[in-house]
């Protein structure tokens, strides 16, 4: 099925390991971002991508690294991790002329 | 001035009511005003979206309602169903800005039977 796929769906991380989640679309997306989901507050920006080889940070990009190497993949880095990144996470894609779709998301837990 | 205000923070509808969230916003360059659905443990969903040069679209039982210079818009669900128990988001972006979408906080909607 044409769609978005985050790996993994659920992990566990001790506080200053790191870790790359995982984001492909099928759509040939030329946008491509992360958001993190945390109660109450909807979901935030970390950074996006309009295109192969450029990536820009979003609302709260700290502590998270970006590559798009090619159209199809946007994996996102946390460096070292902290409790204060516990969240869901959730990737998505679209066209310019707007309209997402989002992957299934990532549930990240830092003890 | 990218903030989207939503409101209520949750909802609760008898089976076949109407159900109404609005959100508000502040930034006039938005011109796509989407709403996403959300079922517990799954990604948010398009749902239905508007773009300001229409007061109003309708999907079946999903209607939103646009007012431009008002700078608000709403979501209503017609004969509001169980299955529709939900969290629902509003957002708003513009091309100028990569199509970010920015969130309102959401709306958790209960159905009762």
């Known amino acids: 099925n044409a769609g978005v796929t985050q790996t993994p769906k659920f992990r566990v991380l001790k506080t200053g390991q790191s870790m790359t989640l995982l984001c492909a679309q099928d759509?040939?997306?030329?946008?491509m971002y992360w958001y993190r989901q945390d109660p109450g507050m909807g979901l935030r920006l970390i950074h996006y991508?309009?295109?192969?080889?450029?990536?820009a940070k979003g609302e709260v990009p700290d502590g998270y690294n970006v590559s798009r190497s090619t159209t199809e993949d946007f994996p996102l880095r946390l460096l070292s991790a902290a409790p204060s990144q516990t969240s869901v996470y959730f990737c998505?894609?679209?066209?310019?002329?707007?309209?997402?779709?989002f992957g299934s998301g990532t549930r990240l837990t830092v003890v | 001035q990218q903030q989207v205000k939503q409101s209520p923070q949750s909802l609760i509808v008898q089976k076949g009511g109407i159900s109404i969230i609005n959100c508000a916003y502040e930034?006039?360059?938005?011109?796509?005003f989407p709403w996403y659905q959300q079922f517990p443990g799954k990604g948010p969903a398009l749902l239905i979206a508007?773009?300001?040069?229409?007061s109003e679209k309708k999907e079946g039982r999903f209607t939103i309602s646009f007012n431009k210079s008002a700078k608000q818009f709403s979501l209503h669900i017609m004969d509001s169903q169980p299955g529709d128990s939900a969290t629902y988001f509003c957002?708003?972006?513009?091309?100028?800005?990569?199509?970010?979408?920015?969130f309102g906080s959401g709306t958790q909607l209960t159905v009762l039977p």
């Open positions: 998505a894609s679209s066209r310019p002329s707007g309209g997402y779709t």
């Open positions: 759509m040939n997306h030329e946008y």
């Open positions: 991508s309009v295109g192969e080889g450029t990536t």
């Open positions: 930034n006039t360059a938005f011109d796509y």
């Open positions: 508007i773009r300001p040069d229409v």
């Open positions: 957002a708003a972006s513009f091309l100028g800005s990569a199509r970010q979408l920015t």
